[in-house]
C-alpha cells in the first residue's frame, strides 16, 4: 500500500494545480473596431501580467445592452457599458429591451463621459436634428446604448426612428464608410472624443458634425443624459464647437465573481492606468477619484474595498 500511495503523491506534485484553481476571466467589449474592445485588450494585457492563474479572454460585442445581458446571464466576469444602458436594466426597462430588471448587475468603476456623435455628408442637406427626417441613417447596431440613445435624442426632439426614410443598424465603422460613399445621409455612434471613424469621415472635408441642442437634451429627462460640447478641432475640419450629451461610461461586473477577483481587476486597473491612456486618449478623464460616484447600481465589494483602501471612500 506504502508505495502506491508514494506512487500517488508523485502524480499529484507533477500534475501540478487543477484546472478548476484557474480563473476565467471574458471582458465583454464592443465590435472589434470600437474603442471598448482597444480597452479589452489592453485590459486583458494588464490583466494576464497582474493577476498570476487568470485567464482571460476578450469578447467582441454589439456593446452596451449586450453586454449586460452576457453578464446578467452570467457569460461574463467584466463589460463595458454606457450608464443610461445599465440604469435602464436595472430599473427593467421594456422599452429598452430589459425585462425583467437586471438585478446581478455590480459596477467596478466610473470610467470618462461618452459623447453622442452624429455626422451627415454634406451631400445630404442634414444641419439640424429635425433635418435627419426623411434620410437614410445609421443608428449603429441594435441594441447598442449608441441606438437607445439616438432614439431618446429623436423622441425628445419632436420624432422617432420610423420617421426617417430608412434606418439601419449597420456596425460603426462600415455605417460612417456609407456617409463617406453616398450610400447613408448620416450615422450616429457614442464614444470618446477622437474617434477613428469620425475623424477620417469629417477630414474628407464633405462631411459636419451635427448639433445636439442642450435644451433637447434636457427633454430626454434622465439624470445620466448631460449637455456636453465637442471641442473646435477635436476633428480635422472642425472649425467650431459642437453641442451634444454625454453619458458616463462603467466597467460592470455581476453577482457570483468573487470579491478577491474584483478587487484585483479594480487596483490592476488604476495600478495601469498609463497604459489605457496610450490606447486611446480617451481615458485621460479616468480618474479613481471619482470612479466611484455616479453608481446606477450598487458597487461591487471587491471593488469597493479598493476605494476604501485607497481612501476614495470613507
Same mark, same amino acid.
Do not use: C
Given at each position: 500500500?506504502?508505495?502506491?500511495?508514494?506512487?500517488?503523491?508523485?502524480?499529484?506534485?507533477?500534475?501540478?494545480?487543477?484546472?478548476?484553481?484557474?480563473?476565467?476571466?471574458?471582458?465583454?467589449?464592443?465590435?472589434?473596431?470600437?474603442?471598448?474592445?482597444?480597452?479589452?485588450?489592453?485590459?486583458?494585457?494588464?490583466?494576464?501580467?497582474?493577476?498570476?492563474?487568470?485567464?482571460?479572454?476578450?469578447?467582441?460585442?454589439?456593446?452596451?445592452?449586450?453586454?449586460?445581458?452576457?453578464?446578467?446571464?452570467?457569460?461574463?466576469?467584466?463589460?463595458?457599458?454606457?450608464?443610461?444602458?445599465?440604469?435602464?436594466?436595472?430599473?427593467?426597462?421594456?422599452?429598452?429591451?430589459?425585462?425583467?430588471?437586471?438585478?446581478?448587475?455590480?459596477?467596478?468603476?466610473?470610467?470618462?463621459?461618452?459623447? @453622442?456623435?452624429? &455626422? +451627415?455628408?454634406?451631400?445630404?442637406?442634414?444641419? #439640424?436634428?429635425? /433635418? *435627419? !427626417?426623411?434620410?437614410?441613417?445609421?443608428?449603429?447596431?441594435?441594441?447598442?446604448?449608441?441606438? @437607445?440613445?439616438? &432614439? +431618446?435624442?429623436?423622441?425628445?426632439?419632436?420624432? #422617432?426612428?420610423? /420617421? *426617417? !426614410?430608412?434606418?439601419?443598424?449597420?456596425?460603426?465603422?462600415?455605417?460612417?464608410?456609407?456617409?463617406?460613399?453616398? &450610400?447613408?445621409?448620416?450615422?450616429?455612434?457614442?464614444?470618446?472624443?477622437?474617434?477613428?471613424?469620425?475623424?477620417?469621415?469629417?477630414?474628407?472635408?464633405?462631411?459636419?458634425?451635427?448639433?445636439?441642442?442642450?435644451?433637447?437634451?434636457?427633454?430626454?429627462?434622465?439624470?445620466?443624459?448631460?449637455?456636453?460640447?465637442?471641442?473646435?478641432?477635436?476633428?480635422?475640419?472642425?472649425?467650431?464647437?459642437?453641442?451634444?450629451?454625454?453619458?458616463?461610461?462603467?466597467?460592470?461586473?455581476?453577482?457570483?465573481?468573487?470579491?478577491?477577483?474584483?478587487?484585483?481587476?479594480?487596483?490592476?486597473?488604476?495600478?495601469?492606468?498609463?497604459?489605457?491612456?496610450?490606447?486611446?486618449?480617451?481615458?485621460?478623464?479616468?480618474?479613481?477619484?471619482?470612479?466611484?460616484?455616479?453608481?446606477?447600481?450598487?458597487?461591487?465589494?471587491?471593488?469597493?474595498?479598493?476605494?476604501?483602501?485607497?481612501?476614495?471612500?470613507?
Amino acid at each position: 500500500m506504502r508505495p502506491f500511495l508514494i506512487a500517488l503523491g508523485l502524480l499529484v506534485v507533477l500534475a501540478g494545480p487543477s484546472d478548476a484553481d484557474e480563473t476565467m476571466i471574458t471582458i465583454l467589449t464592443s465590435t472589434p473596431s470600437g474603442i471598448w474592445h482597444s480597452y479589452g485588450v489592453t485590459l486583458s494585457s494588464i490583466y494576464d501580467k497582474a493577476m498570476p492563474g487568470a485567464n482571460v479572454t476578450v469578447q467582441a460585442t454589439a456593446a452596451s445592452v449586450e453586454n449586460l445581458r452576457l453578464l446578467e446571464a452570467g457569460d461574463g466576469e467584466l463589460g463595458f457599458t454606457n450608464g443610461d444602458a445599465l440604469a435602464d436594466a436595472w430599473a427593467g426597462n421594456k422599452e429598452a429591451g430589459f425585462d425583467p430588471p437586471f438585478r446581478k448587475l455590480r459596477t467596478v468603476a466610473n470610467l470618462y463621459p461618452q459623447f @453622442l456623435q452624429i &455626422a +451627415a455628408s454634406d451631400r445630404s442637406g442634414i444641419r #439640424t436634428l429635425a /433635418d *435627419l !427626417k426623411g434620410k437614410h441613417v445609421s443608428l449603429g447596431p441594435e441594441g447598442s446604448a449608441t441606438a @437607445l440613445e439616438a &432614439a +431618446a435624442i429623436f423622441k425628445a426632439d419632436g420624432f #422617432t426612428a420610423s /420617421d *426617417l !426614410k430608412d434606418f439601419v443598424h449597420e456596425p460603426f465603422a462600415p455605417s460612417f464608410r456609407m456617409v463617406g460613399d453616398g &450610400a447613408l445621409d448620416a450615422a450616429v455612434t457614442s464614444g470618446g472624443l477622437g474617434i477613428g471613424t469620425v475623424q477620417h469621415i469629417l477630414a474628407s472635408g464633405q462631411s459636419k458634425l451635427i448639433p445636439i441642442p442642450a435644451e433637447v437634451v434636457a427633454k430626454v429627462g434622465s439624470p445620466v443624459y448631460v449637455p456636453a460640447t465637442i471641442p473646435a478641432h477635436t476633428y480635422d475640419g472642425q472649425a467650431a464647437d459642437v453641442p451634444t450629451l454625454s453619458v458616463p461610461t462603467f466597467l460592470v461586473t455581476r453577482e457570483g465573481v468573487s470579491d478577491d477577483v474584483v478587487y484585483q481587476m479594480t487596483k490592476s486597473l488604476f495600478d495601469h492606468l498609463d497604459q489605457l491612456v496610450q490606447t486611446h486618449p480617451a481615458a485621460k478623464d479616468i480618474d479613481a477619484k471619482k470612479a466611484a460616484t455616479g453608481q446606477p447600481v450598487p458597487l461591487h465589494p471587491g471593488a469597493e474595498r479598493y476605494y476604501r483602501e485607497a481612501g476614495i471612500i470613507k
